[in-house]
């Protein structure tokens, strides 16, 4: 295919525009001052990790504030209950490289974090992020190796952060239709109840945020 872009070349070729200069020095090695208080500010980022059966991408929350800056080096996330899935985690045992992509509501520009991350369940540490009488069971601990605001022209764009462009949920598939449809289609498996799984969701998140 002679349009196909396959070399840094054709790359080049393809996004022939200036580079700004402020795309270049917004990338810094650690977390400075104006980097941690986006990070303060978010309740919210999305982890990117690589492993042997692919790549996975997973989202992260809690109050703003909930990842902790503990030096410019270095980063501290509580891992909040999940589906117990670990795919993220897995990953890291074999890969240890992430990538972090914050937001925070309201604010236009978003925050990128890559560097290597290591697991601790010590003890000590998972008190330091009890929550609701509950300690996580282990914490990840982030060593920075790049840090830069993203522009916000995909949030602009997408009017993310418009609440009259929220979407009313009714009009989508809900988690218990996605999961009967899935099952239906499999002939071995037996046809799940989507409607129950519905009806008792909502109090079993709130019972299990911890």
């Not at 503990?70 to 795919?87: I, S």
């Not at 974090?113 to 601790?120: D, F, H, I, T």
């Not at 000590?124 to 022209?153: N, W, Y």
Request: with cysteine; aromatic share 8%; glycine share 6%.
């Amino acid at each position: 295919m002679s349009d196909r872009i396959s070399s840094l070349e054709d790359l080049a070729r393809a996004y022939p525009g200036p580079l700004s200069p402020a795309t270049l020095f917004k990338e810094i090695d650690h977390v400075d001052t104006n980097y941690g208080a986006l990070i303060a500010a978010s309740p919210f980022f999305v982890l990117a990790t690589v492993g042997p059966e692919g790549l996975d991408c997973s989202p992260r929350g809690d109050a703003p504030g909930f990842v902790t800056v503990r030096d410019p080096k270095t980063l501290l996330v509580p891992d909040r209950r999940g589906n117990n899935r670990l795919d993220s985690y897995r990953n890291l045992l074999s890969d240890n490289r992430v990538g972090m992509l914050f937001l925070i509501p309201g604010y236009g520009e978003t925050l990128r974090v890559n560097g290597r991350a290591e697991l601790s369940c010590d003890p000590d540490l998972c008190a330091q992020f009890e929550t609701a009488g509950k300690r996580p069971a282990s914490v990840m601990i982030v060593h920075v190796e790049t840090v830069f605001f993203q522009c916000s022209r995909a949030v602009v764009r997408s009017e993310l952060w418009n609440a009259e462009r929220h979407v009313d949920k009714r009009d989508l598939p809900s988690p218990g239709a996605i999961l009967r449809d899935i099952t239906a289609r499999n002939e071995a498996t037996e046809i799940f109840d989507g409607e129950a799984y519905d009806a008792a969701l909502p109090a079993r998140v709130k019972a299990t945020l911890y």
